[in-house]
């Protein structure tokens, strides 16, 4: 059974940091990309960050590059957002999910395109 777990959410202040964790079971972290997705109340669900299968290729989204750092550690088959510089705009419910059609990062991966979403991980930045 495939799963994905994420964890290491929480309530910070403005400027603060975090790191999340997306424990994985049931799939090699070498076959495909893993992505961390945020979702807002009210927004769509948009992906903030990814990683490749084995060429160490990332990805970022423009609200999060040069504050956020993706990796993963394939033994222990976590993946690791490393979340700094932290703002109010920052909060939303975040995800892990795996992208079964892609093991090289794209800027052009669609949502639809990732499975084996975790229950996400709450982050709220106070200002």
């Known amino acids: 059974q495939v799963q994905f777990v994420e964890s290491g959410g929480g309530l910070v202040q403005f400027g603060d940091s975090l790191r999340l964790s997306c424990a994985v079971n049931?799939?090699?972290?070498?076959?495909?990309?893993v992505g961390w997705f945020r979702q807002a109340p009210g927004k769509e669900r948009e992906r903030v960050s990814s990683?490749?299968?084995?060429?160490?290729?990332?990805y970022y989204s423009d609200s999060v590059k040069g504050r956020f750092t993706i990796s993963k550690d394939n033994s222990k088959k976590t993946v690791y957002l490393q979340m700094n510089s932290l703002r109010p705009e920052d909060t939303a419910v975040y995800y892990c999910?795996?992208?079964?059609?892609?093991?090289?990062?794209?800027?052009?991966?669609?949502?639809?395109?990732?499975?084996?979403w975790g229950q996400g991980t709450q982050v709220t930045v106070s200002s």
């Open positions: 999910a795996a992208n079964l059609m892609r093991t090289r990062v794209t800027a052009t991966e669609a949502t639809h395109e990732y499975a084996y």
């Open positions: 049931g799939i090699y972290l070498t076959d495909y990309v």
């Open positions: 990683i490749g299968a084995r060429d160490g290729s990332t």
